[in-house]
């Protein structure tokens, strides 16, 4: 059986739920279903660092890049997005929206975007951790 978190319940839970935003209850979720060993927030990340982030695929779109096939994906884990770009692919068994994956790659920046090219994953279970 799975803990609850002392800002879920009773009263001071029940009037932050009140007050906060779904934006907002939405991100801490996202953020309590992506907290991985070992896994580091996406907004901590920065330009030429070597990351592991966990989080929720959000959009899977095929964007050619100088005449190749590559798959990007946006990762999202409550605290920021960041883009996987696979080079070469048309596609991948398991990469698609709503898809929670734990990621490992260098951190590049793209357009004033994070990116992460041909990153290793692991998929994770569709129902939970």
Same mark, same amino acid.
């Not at 978190?5 to 309590?32: N, T």
């Not at 890049?65 to 883009?83: F, Q, T």
């Not at 994070?114 to 951790?129: C, E, H, Q, W």
């Given at each position: 059986?799975?803990e609850? =978190? =002392? ?16 934006? /907002? ?21 920065? %330009?030429? %660092? ?6 929720? #695929? ?8 100088? $005449?190749?096939?590559?798959? /990007?994906?946006?990762?999202?884990? @409550?605290?920021?997005? !960041? +883009?996987?770009?696979?080079? @070469?692919?048309?596609? !991948?068994a398991? !990469? ?7 990621? +490992? @790659? #260098?951190?590049?920046? %793209? +357009? $004033?975007?994070k990116? !992460?090219? +041909?990153?290793?994953?692991? #998929?994770?279970?569709a @129902?939970?951790?």
């Amino acid at each position: 059986m799975s803990e609850v =978190p =002392p800002e879920r319940h009773g009263l001071r839970g029940f009037i932050r739920r009140l007050i906060s935003s779904r934006d /907002e209850l939405e991100a801490e979720e996202v953020r309590a279903e992506s907290a991985v060993p070992g896994a580091v927030p996406i907004a901590t990340c920065r %330009q030429r %660092q070597r990351v592991r982030v966990a989080g929720t #695929l959000r959009t899977v779109t095929l964007r050619p890049r100088g $005449g190749a096939p590559a798959l /990007e994906a946006e990762l999202y884990d @409550g605290s920021d997005m !960041i +883009n996987l770009v696979w080079l @070469g692919r048309r596609r !991948i068994a398991g !990469i698609e929206p709503g898809r929670k994956l734990v990621v +490992n @790659g #260098l951190v590049s920046e %793209q +357009n $004033g975007r994070k990116v !992460i090219f +041909n990153p290793r994953y692991d #998929l994770r279970p569709a @129902g939970g951790k």
